[in-house]
């Protein structure tokens, strides 16, 4: 039997629940979300934008 996203959802939240503190802030996702969405940006920026990295500084790939 295939479980539906909502099922899946209550099970994960029923889950967490059983820990102090299940989930961070809205402000610690937030700004975890937006820093890496940051270095995500300056990875494309340095691979194909006008800002290209230093030639001693090794460029990292993005995974997949």
Known sequence: MKKT???IQTEVDDWAKQFEKPYFSPLSMVATMTEECGEVARVINHLYGDKK???WRKLKR???
Request: no cysteine; aromatic share 0%.
């Open 53 to 55: 990295k230093k030639r």
């Open 5 to 7: 996203i909502s099922q």
């Open 62 to 64: 993005l995974r997949r």
